[in-house]
């Protein structure tokens, strides 16, 4: 079962304290782009169903979420205990199918099926769990039937050719042969243009027989592909992050407040002075446009860095060349009128945004507290905050293109420091080279990782994904390591301590001569039985 948070435990009898919370004697509760609560005015979601109130929340009964425009984003049923069970069915902004999941006491079970835009069945799977699947049919991007009703060799890139059905983190290249609906001698999965698979299955008429981890046999699989259903997973939980509730307990209880009394969320800047305000505009304006700026499924690479004010790199990523949707270039400036009492009095725009983007800047402004004034001779005046919108766009040799968002106080900024961020960005014509290749970097991680750290912290069993970013100078250097999530167990600090003991790298070169370079690394643990 999916319970809300215990300090929201009784955060939900709502649908009697705010009319908009109420839709034909059920709950609605509305989402951002992330699925996270929040209120009407910067929500591209709502959930329509009936919530438990009594001891556990929970969902129970017939559900279905929606785009903010009308149109039904799912469909499904909750028992009277708060399982899935039954058909989910989940729906593009078009009306289109995209994807049938069957669920048993709240697992997946039985065949579940993924659709392209024009309605084909792309991908059928037959599970047992999120993690515990067979292939029934598999067609990749090109249209090339790999598999059919069960039967048939194949090789598919877990990312290329199955978008959107796996966490993007989990990226492979699974080789396998299916017969008669059953998984059949090795089924293999490679790190992407890895040499040698990461590990390999083995199956005997379907049932499991041993997991080959390079040398390491265990006797039970490998488990390295997570079916994702992210929304469903962030609004059972109640999830939460949206910046006017921020983070952390202060956070849990403006959630409270908001749900059971409809009391308005205030973001509080606590800005010492007046020239520490933009850090909450960088934060409102990075919120807004993240999610718009480029399609993540386009994106082979996402990678959020931020700088000290007054400027701050807020996205950068790289686009894959066949990408479905084109990169924005956002640019142009935004004027703040910040007023004696420290709210804004006036915003204007100058910049390539939508009416959309900024109407939500807007709503957010107005929920701001805690800014500080402009002072002259003791004196608070008006005055205001300019800060520029721009976007840096190369294409490497491969086609592939890099693109950065900045946004940085155009009052106060370093230009030369700015200078100094875009030589981080220009395409290279070859990419650092960890020494050895993937076979080196291998060697190095099985040398030097403490590949025992989450077990010693007491981790149960499953795999732990550390991203760390770095950055490469001229002579292959590393330095700026930083983990961008951390799963506990002292993982992340492992990870980071092993890439900044990391040999030089070979430089990355554009036009035969060294450059900066940003890489990124991802770094899993395992917890296993042995």
């Not at 951002?32 to 959930?47: F, G, K, L, T």
């Not at 997570?226 to 509730?245: A, Q």
Request: hydrophobic share 35%; aromatic share 12%.
């Amino acid at each position: 079962m999916k319970f809300l948070n215990p300090l929201l435990l009784f955060a939900c009898i709502f649908c009697n304290t705010a009319s908009t919370f109420c839709q034909a004697g059920k709950d609605t509760i509305y989402f951002d782009e992330d699925w996270s609560i929040c209120e009407q005015p910067v929500a591209e979601y709502y959930r329509v169903g009936t919530i438990n109130k009594d001891k556990n929340v929970f969902y129970k009964g017939d559900v279905k979420d929606y785009y903010i425009n009308g149109r039904v984003e799912m469909e499904g049923h909750y028992s009277d205990n708060g399982d899935k069970n039954g058909e989910f069915i989940f729906y593009d902004r078009e009306g289109n199918i995209i994807k049938k999941i069957n669920y048993l006491d709240n697992e997946m079970n039985g065949k579940s099926y993924f659709y392209n835009s024009k309605g084909k069945g792309m991908v059928i799977l037959d599970c047992t769990s999120s993690e515990d699947f067979t292939p029934f049919l598999i067609v990749n991007k090109n249209g090339d039937t790999l598999l059919k009703d069960g039967n048939g060799k194949f090789s598919v890139d877990t990312r290329d050719d199955l978008p959107g059905i796996f966490s993007p983190a989990e990226h492979y290249v699974i080789e396998g042969d299916i017969v008669n609906g059953k998984k059949e001698g090795e089924y293999k999965y490679f790190y992407v243009n890895g040499a040698k698979p990461a590990c390999t299955e083995m199956y005997k008429d379907g049932k499991f027989i041993k997991t080959n981890w390079g040398g390491l046999i265990e006797k039970h699989p490998a488990h390295v592909l997570h079916i994702l259903n992210i929304s469903l997973n962030m609004i059972e939980t109640f999830f939460h992050s949206n910046v006017v509730f921020g983070f952390g307990r202060d956070a849990d209880q403006k959630v409270v407040d908001f749900l059971l009394n409809h009391t308005l969320p205030v973001i509080n800047a606590n800005s010492p002075s007046f020239y520490n305000n933009d850090s909450i505009l960088f934060t409102i304006v990075q919120k807004v446009l993240q999610a718009s700026v480029v399609n993540k499924d386009d994106s082979d690479e996402v990678i959020k860095i931020f700088l000290s004010n007054p400027l701050e790199v807020y996205y950068s990523c790289y686009v894959l060349k066949n990408a479905m949707h084109p990169v924005r270039d956002i640019h142009g400036d935004m004027a703040f009128t910040i007023g004696k009492d420290g709210g804004v009095l006036n915003s204007a725009y100058s910049a390539t945004l939508t009416k959309k983007e900024i109407s939500k800047i807007n709503y957010y402004l107005s929920t701001i507290s805690g800014m500080a004034a402009s002072e002259n001779n003791g004196e608070k005046t008006i005055a205001n905050i300019n800060l520029r919108l721009k976007t840096i766009i190369d294409t490497f040799s491969n086609g592939n293109i890099s693109v950065m968002y900045l946004l940085y106080n155009a009052d106060s900024t370093d230009l030369k420091r700015l200078d100094e961020v875009k030589e981080y960005n220009i395409g290279v014509d070859q990419e650092a080279i960890f020494p050895g290749g993937q076979e080196g970097w291998r060697m190095y991680l099985e040398r030097n990782l403490n590949a025992m750290t989450p077990a010693d912290n007491g981790a149960p069993f499953g795999n732990y994904t550390v991203t760390v970013s770095f950055s490469i100078d001229e002579n292959g250097i590393i330095s700026d390591v930083r983990a961008l999530n951390d799963p506990g167990y002292g993982t992340a600090q492992e990870a980071v301590r092993v890439i900044m003991h990391m040999p030089r790298w070979i430089p990355a070169t554009r036009k035969g001569k060294n450059v900066p370079y940003h890489e990124r690394q991802n770094i899993t643990f395992r917890v296993t039985e042995q």
